[in-house]
């Protein structure tokens, strides 16, 4: 058992210096620099295992021309410039119209196609806000982009005034982009009143799309009516007929109280009476004060009562025309 | 109708879902190490972080109905497949239930993760390799030359989402972009590339035709109706110890900071998502009848002066303070 267990570790300690020895040598070669090398160029650093082997480039743009196109095709005038310089100094851009920018960038002298080759219009009245226009390669090299009213509206929605153009060219081979300002172009107005409506939302420019308009709530207005003396006028016309029986009553005498009855009879007579006025009084406090539920018990327990008095007038009155009748009134039987 | 008026004393009646748990699912167990400063910084503002490898068996965010914890970081952007109960619905679901997310993309996204953002509302650059690219405002401190690293300062002006303070840096980003139409009403952008940005695929000569300059929405924030909050970011890289610690060089204009904004503007971004931040309680609400002054009343008829209260707060980590409100609909 010993034996193996030493045979095992001396293989373990031999990989182990092994691995080690390999190390070693590797850590040489890389941290000696070769001095023949050294002496012809300047020394190149050592390649790391990550980073592909392209050689920087140098991206350049020489010389721009800006061509403004006319809504119908007519080309109406150009311009040239050099890198550097403005091309387009307030140049106005009326609706369908459009401006054509012809540039070749180049990469190290040579005629290149970037990846990045577009213009950037920011407007000078909205900070915040910027529209694209990505430049398309000819087959000669040089690169033509298109500038229009539609293309920043497409992006930007209504917008108007002045809009800074740029161009920018960048590569993933080459270390820095350019950057060239080509001046200003001039957008025909806004319609009043009409904001820019980006179609993607920014960190710097975020509409607030979901607060609700504040209502201040009107009442409905009351229905016209007609004048008031109108209404007076039917009111005593819905009256005329009980005035006109109020004088009827008093020209021809009153009430007629004469034929009341006497005796036992009146007292019934009196309380029916009292119950129909009673009930009129409910009437009265039922149009004024009470509702229905409150005024029908009432109405009942007092038309009841009233009727069950009336039962007994009418019961004493035919008890007293009898009582006439017998004591002596033939002469009126003998009339008939 | 009468006016609202702010109480200076609030009740603080029923609470948001504000719990501390996190479960962090990482892609390669190297993310515990290399993304250390932002997990730590999350345990620093209170929050229990429980770091778990996507696969592992075992991962569930409920049990039934009741939640294991109360959200969720993301940053295994190449996962297609995840362990336990994990998976597209079950997160979605966990966002239903009030949930927070934070999901973080990289170049090569996988479908599932790229997909699961798309159903939060932030639609990523579904092209393969494309990611977002800067030859003017990239990283060059130290003579570097990788376009695809940029430094970006366009941040959403929100006190909210980033804190009283802004960072200080620009931010070191390295990833995918997405586009958010202005139509949507729950997703705001955090951060948006430079107006030199666009996206692109730098393996492949093809003209840029993704989402450029301010339009690429690199981090996107949702805030769902049910006020559960997801961080879209297309960088999870963002987020690493490598780029919170490093220096920036801008190379376009050439300025150059000590550190970069990183640090600040992920913790700030991740403490809004998980509601540690711009969260408002309300009170209970108090009425009264102007004309008779009776309060609470059962009802109230037409023409009716009212005065109604309600006490709203703001809470950030465990402090409440009065909301200074902007506007109130009532």
């Known amino acids: 058992m010993r034996a193996q267990h030493w045979l095992l570790l001396c293989l373990l300690a031999t990989s182990i210096l092994c691995i080690i020895a390999q190390e070693d040598v590797a850590g040489d070669a890389n941290s000696i620099p070769d001095p023949a090398a050294a002496a012809e160029e300047p020394p190149t650093p050592a390649q790391p295992k990550k980073a592909k082997a392209t050689t920087a480039v140098v991206l350049s743009v020489g010389a721009a021309e800006a061509e403004v196109i006319a809504a119908s095709g007519k080309r109406l005038s150009r311009k040239a410039a050099d890198y550097g310089q403005a091309l387009l100094d307030g140049v106005s851009l009326e609706a369908g119209a459009s401006i054509e920018v012809t540039f070749t960038p180049q990469a190290d002298g040579a005629a290149s196609k970037p990846q990045q080759a577009m213009l950037l219009l920011q407007p000078k009245a909205h900070k915040g806000l910027s529209a694209y226009a990505v430049a398309k390669a000819r087959k000669d090299g040089a690169h033509v982009v298109s500038l229009s009213q539609a293309l920043v509206e497409k992006q930007l929605g209504s917008l108007g005034g002045k809009l800074s153009v740029t161009l920018l060219l960048g590569d993933p081979a080459a270390p820095k982009g350019v950057r060239w300002e080509l001046g200003t172009v001039k957008l025909p107005a806004a319609e009043a009143g009409l904001q820019p409506s980006p179609v993607y939302r920014t960190a710097l420019v975020q509409p607030i799309s979901n607060v609700l308009p504040n209502i201040a709530h009107i009442f409905r207005q009351p229905d016209k009516r007609p004048a008031a003396a109108v209404s007076l006028v039917f009111t005593a016309l819905a009256l005329a007929p009980l005035a006109l029986l109020l004088l009827f009553l008093l020209a021809t005498g009153g009430l007629g109280l004469q034929n009341f009855p006497t005796g036992a009879g009146s007292l019934w007579a009196l309380l029916f009476h009292g119950g129909i006025a009673s009930i009129l009084v409910l009437y009265w406090l039922f149009w004024t004060r009470l509702n229905l539920a409150q005024t029908l018990p009432p109405a009942l327990g007092l038309g009841a009562v009233t009727a069950a008095v009336g039962y007994k007038a009418l019961g004493a009155l035919a008890d007293a025309r009898l009582q006439q009748e017998r004591a002596g009134v033939t002469p009126a039987k003998k009339g008939n | ?330």
């Open chain 2, 1 to 330: 109708m009468g006016g609202t008026t702010a109480a200076s004393s609030v009740d603080v009646g029923s609470s948001t879902g504000t719990g501390t748990r996190v479960l962090a699912l990482i892609g390669s167990g190297e993310i515990r190490s290399s993304h250390s400063q932002f997990f730590k910084g999350l345990a620093d503002a209170g929050l229990d972080v429980d770091v778990r490898g996507h696969k592992e068996d075992g991962l569930a965010v409920r049990r039934f109905d009741r939640l294991l914890y109360d959200h969720v970081v993301l940053f295994a952007p190449h996962a297609n497949v995840f362990g336990g109960d994990i998976s597209r619905s079950e997160l979605l679901d966990f966002v239903d239930n009030g949930g927070n997310l934070l999901i973080a993309l990289a170049p090569g996204a996988s479908d599932a993760v790229r997909s699961l953002a798309s159903d939060c509302g932030v639609e990523p650059d579904a092209r393969g390799g494309a990611q977002a690219v800067d030859h003017f405002s990239f990283q060059a401190a130290g003579g570097a030359a990788d376009a695809s690293l940029v430094a970006i300062s366009s941040w959403v002006d929100s006190d909210a989402i980033l804190g009283a303070a802004r960072p200080a840096a620009p931010v070191l980003f390295r990833g995918v972009a997405a586009s958010v139409p202005t139509s949507s009403e729950l997703v705001t952008v955090v951060l948006s590339g430079d107006p030199t940005t666009y996206t692109a695929d730098l393996k492949r000569p093809d003209a840029p035709s993704g989402p450029a300059g301010a339009a690429a929405a690199l981090v996107s924030a949702v805030q769902a109706r049910n006020n559960a909050r997801v961080l879209v970011s297309g960088s999870l890289d963002l987020f690493s110890d490598e780029l919170f610690d490093a220096a920036v060089e801008v190379a376009d204009t050439g300025k150059s900071y000590p550190k970069s904004g990183n640090r600040a503007f992920a913790l700030a971004a991740a403490l809004w998502t998980f509601q540690r931040r711009g969260a408002l309680r309300v009170g209970m609400p108090r009425h009264r009848n102007l004309a008779t002054g009776e309060e609470g009343p059962p009802l109230y008829r037409v023409n009716e002066e009212v005065e109604f209260e309600i006490g709203i707060a703001e809470v950030e980590g465990d402090v409440t303070k009065p909301f200074q409100c902007v506007g109130t609909l009532v």
